[in-house]
């Protein structure tokens, strides 16, 4: 016989054991600790935290489009504010490739289509954008928030403008980038800010709530976002991730950190660690180490309600049938 | 003393021959509805058995009823602390596999099955799903010591049998059982109410009838677990506590409850008693062996001027009083002594009686007729095929002395009605035979004519209810004078 919801349910014990979970999940995940800590205990508070994030950058999402609406900047504004960071005209490539002589790379209308949809671009197949797409690790471009056909044209034009006359743009923007070695320190420093032992100055969430490096103690870091283990050959060395870090272009990023803002030390320390990282041996991540970490701690949760209802009420007719069945007839 | 009244019940277990109409009457008034089909709130156990649902009796189990710790009564199911813990699911309720899978058979297939070689049939299916179901086992399951060595063979009143007197009970020519009606029981000190954390069940003043409050009713499902006798019940569409409400529309209309008004053995019996509201926490402390008599003590005689000018002063109209001198429940309870509660040691005071039954003896047999020259005159009872022992587990909280009480009045009875009508015993005898049962002729005949001769009046003594005064009480008729009826005419909604 199947069990239902009647007097006497004992489903009814696990059903509000989730509950409880997915509302201490959701109120954790507010309060921004690891949402991934409470993955393997359930799949609900996965959800739960995985919804209200989602929610978050779908808000902050819209509220970009419209600051993006209301403002009609100038190229070279919106230059500076959302291509500077990964690419150059004539300095040579950071996380993108140099722009410098794009224009007689490509046709015009290809270079808007990519820049207002660089994802569409790619999954129709396009060889161009396929190549890119392999040359540059599978980073694709992040869409601009808010781009229209027109805001793209005037961009290609303002590069073409600037890669004649040789003008400001010419590299990214922000301090350059030291060449000597990193000191042990900065890269000490870099992990603590990493793992939010140390907070940033302006208050931005650490890069731990989302991100993985492959060796953070215990749980490691979040699952949310990409891990960062390799980041640093990924976005093009120690110049790319300076001016990605500046001002980070993804709408995740951006909305996290646009109004809080890492201050220099803070992106010098960051990349110090992120350069450490991609010298150090790559460990595998730890996601064996959750799934049994995970197990353990459901297995602890059970057996202590097991431990705490140990005296409930098990059903007594069956256990009669069962027990007489297992006598036999006297 | 702070006098009450309450509207009390003896069932006859001595005439009961376990027909089921009083739980099927209470089915079709009550508990025909969505929800409540697994609900009997009235039902009929065989004894020995393990009754409905299985094993209520067993309170390891279902952990009903109160506990004396420390000098105080505590429920057992719940408290303060542990409430914490079990604020989403109460951990001691029955399941419904512990009820039944109430069940009815697809009908229709008889009429929409496609032509085919075999005869269609009508299958079970469960009237909780609509799915087909394999039955396990239903309300009376163990009727008639179905299933006995299964069910009988663990009825917790077996506790402290011989290993002998066990396999007498159930042995060829010596096989024995009787009938339990059971209802909800309208307790003095109510475990159900105790435990109810929106306090929505309550004991109606003026007649002392346990309610559920359907309005205020939050599911917590506290009093299924509460009840130790297992009367109250989780209506899983409704999503509210429900129970036997004691038939009270009946009540106020002076007709007696259906399953009294059904009884075709005649053996259930209605009437008023009055009792001393003071000393129910005091009475429900006391030891086990010395519970029957103590709860007896709380009620009181309503021919005492001192108890009449108490309830008088308590508010108790002179109505209700006069109907409780009339009562028959008064009688066989606190003046014969041979009414008994059921399990009082779970302390929740029931206030519904049982006159124990007599069961065939062993005695021995001469020349074909039952030996009744002996000297000592109820050496059946002892040797009856229901041992005492049983029966005290059950009406005595172990104690055997109050049960065998009852059984010697009831065989000095029938014993001085035979010299009287028969004259296969002699006047003498059976006048000693009364004596040692503590019994006058008058109070024989009295005993007889209330058992075997008693009217719908005798039976059932159902006070003026004075519904119009209690309603005064609540709320002003003057207010309510255009609308139909009083209390809430509109449904309740669901509450989880």
Known sequence: MKKRAVPGERALTDVCCLQVLSFLGQSWSTVGAPSHILCFVHAAPLEATAMTVHGSIGLSCGLLFFIAGLSAQSPAEDYAQNCAMCHTIGGGPLVGPDLAGMSSRRERAWLVRFIVDPQAVIDSGDATARALLQSYQGMVMPAIPGITPKRATALVDYVRQQEGSGGAAKTGQGAPAALEPFTSREVERGRALFSGLAPFEAGGTACIACHDTGDLPLLGGGSLGPSLTHVFKRFGGRKGLETWLASPPTPEMASLYRRRPLTEQEITALIAYFEDRAAGEAKPAAHAGFLLLGSAGTALILLIFHLLWRERFHGVRARLVRQYRTRGVQ | ?496
């Open chain 2, 1 to 496: 003393m702070n006098v009450r009244s309450q509207i009390s019940m003896v069932f006859h277990l001595d005439k009961c021959i376990g027909c089921h109409t009083c739980s099927v009457a209470c089915k079709n008034v009550w508990t025909d509805r969505k929800g409540a089909e697994y609900m009997w709130w009235n039902n009929v156990e065989t004894k020995p058995g393990t009754g409905y649902p299985t094993l209520w009796e067993d309170q390891e189990e279902y952990q009903g009823g109160w506990e004396v710790s420390d000098g105080k009564l505590q429920l057992k199911s719940t408290s303060k602390k542990k409430i914490v813990f079990n604020i989403f699911h109460n951990p001691h309720m029955p399941s419904i596999d512990d009820y039944y899978e109430p069940w009815t058979y697809n009908y229709e297939h008889l009429f929409d099955a496609p032509a085919s070689d075999d005869q269609p049939v009508a299958r079970p299916i469960s009237q909780i799903t609509g799915e087909l179901v394999q039955i396990e086992s239903g309300p009376n399951w163990d009727d008639d010591l179905g299933g006995s060595p299964v069910y009988a063979a663990n009825d917790p009143n077996l506790e402290g049998l011989s290993e002998e007197q066990r396999e007498q009970l159930s042995s060829v020519e010596r096989l024995v059982y009787f009938y339990l009606p059971r209802i909800c029981n309208h307790c003095l000190n109510p475990s159900c109410v105790a435990s109810c954390p929106s306090g929505a069940l309550y004991k109606r003043g003026q007649d002392g009838i346990v309610l559920v409050d359907q309005n205020r009713c939050r599911a917590w499902r506290s009093c299924v677990a509460a009840c130790p006798y297992k009367k109250v019940y989780y209506n899983w569409f409704a999503g509210k506590a429900e129970k036997c409400i004691l038939c009270y529309p009946r009540l106020e209309t002076g007709q007696a409850p259906a399953c009294f008004h059904s009884c075709v053995g005649r053996i259930r019996y209605l009437g008023v008693l009055l009792y001393d509201a003071s000393r129910i926490e005091e009475v429900a402390l006391k030891k086990d062996a010395e519970l029957v008599e103590a709860h007896r003590s709380l009620i009181l005689d309503p021919n005492d001027p001192e108890v009449i000018s108490a309830a008088r002063a308590a508010g108790i109209d002179e109505a209700v009083l006069e109907s409780a001198r009339k009562s028959p429940v008064f009688k066989f309870v606190k003046e014969w002594k041979m009414a008994l509660p059921p399990h009082i040691e779970y302390r929740t005071m029931p206030m519904l009686f049982y006159v124990p039954p007599l069961s065939p003896v062993i005695s021995s047999r001469v020349n074909g007729l039952v030996d009744f020259d002996s000297t000592e005159f109820f050496h059946d009872i002892d040797e009856s095929r229901v041992p005492v022992r049983f029966l005290a587990n059950l009406f005595g909280a172990g104690e055997e002395r109050e049960v065998r009480y009852a059984l010697r009045k009831q065989k000095a009875v029938r014993w001085w009605r035979r010299a009287r009508t028969a004259g296969d015993v002699d006047q003498e005898t059976a006048l000693r035979m009364l004596a040692e049962a503590d019994c006058t002729p008058e109070q024989a005949e009295a005993i007889y004519q209330l058992t075997s001769l008693c009217t719908f009046e005798d039976r059932f003594v159902i006070p003026p209810m004075h519904r119009e005064q209690v309603i005064e009480q609540a709320q002003s008729p003057q207010q309510a004078r255009s609308s139909a009826g009083f209390g809430f005419t509109t449904g309740t909604a669901r509450s989880i």
